[in-house]
């Protein structure tokens, strides 16, 4: 199966927080999206890696998402070294996408940062062909290196490079945010509401949301954006793809 996009999150709502509005999008215009979590979230003061794996398959499902793919990495305790790099090598050597979206190069949260370095120079090292990985069929996969990484904008309020509209895909983000019934406030999920509570736990974070991707809309024309940032400067074929 090739993707078009892989959209790839250190946790496992990562995505659906900072970028599913890009990626419901793109699902409309017929592109084959996937989905990959780097880690279970295991370390999250909410849940557990099974629910929030229950939780992450009913995301996708929602989301019309391919395939998603969990590389069950250490929450908070993964590292930046080679076996970490392969195994995302193997998956965008198995996928290859096109584009791949990858968290913020810098953020509140230490593991979104360490993620964005480990997955862009993933990208590029599934690129070279004297790295060798093998599909689960023990074969030797071809190298494939993305055309784009884009780094979705998550908690701190980065300048961004571009954003996205997702104007018409905002209710539907917010519908899979709180497939995270573990996660999130959500009046209905009455088994977490004694768990302690976080940043993003309490009821005014989806007011939050709301305003958060208004503010970045605003510049650009939008009701609502989605932000991201480049590492490498994009080119431009058409002045008029600009708005």
Known sequence: MKLDI???????DDVELSSSGTVLRHIAQGKAVG????????LGTRGTAEIRAREAAESAALMGALVRVNLDMADGLFQY???????????????????????ALDDRHPDHGRAAKLCADACFYAGLAKIETFDSAGKPQERWRPKAVYHYIQDRNLQPDFVVDISDYFEK????????????????????????????????FMAFMR?????????????????????????????????
């Open 81 to 103: 070294n080679p076996e970490n790099i392969h195994k995302i090598i193997q998956v965008i050597r198995t996928y290859q996408p096109e584009i791949v979206l990858a968290n």
């Open 173 to 204: 983000k917010m519908e899979l945010i709180l497939t995270f019934r573990s996660q999130f406030y959500l009046p209905s999920a009455e088994e977490y509401s004694q768990e302690l509570s976080t940043p993003i736990s309490g009821e005014d």
């Open 35 to 42: 989905l990959l979590d780097l880690t279970r979230g295991e």
């Open 211 to 243: 305003a958060k991707a208004r503010s970045y809309g605003r510049d650009a024309g939008f009701t609502y954006a989605e932000a991201f940032n480049v590492a490498r400067t994009p080119g431009v074929l058409n002045l008029f793809d600009l708005v």
């Open 6 to 12: 892989l959209a790839i999150g250190v946790h496992p």
